[in-house]
């Protein structure tokens, strides 16, 4: 039950975030790098709301 409700959560979020995508060169790597940036919906409502990070490193889209 505890499983079927995290899902959901994580799903019910997913669709009503905003998604930005943007590529960095690295010169190091010699590569690109492409961000992908999801922001909830209140993001630009007020700047007194705190969210948190998630970092996902070689995550796949």
Known sequence: MRLV??????????????T????IHSEILND??????HLPDTYAHSNDF???V???????T
């Open 20 to 23: 930005d995508k943007t590529v």
């Open 32 to 37: 690109d790098i492409n961000l992908q940036i």
């Open 54 to 60: 998630l970092i996902v490193l070689d995550g796949s």
């Open 50 to 52: 705190n969210y948190p």
């Open 5 to 18: 409700l995290v899902l959901m959560f994580f799903f019910s979020t997913a669709v009503f975030a905003q």
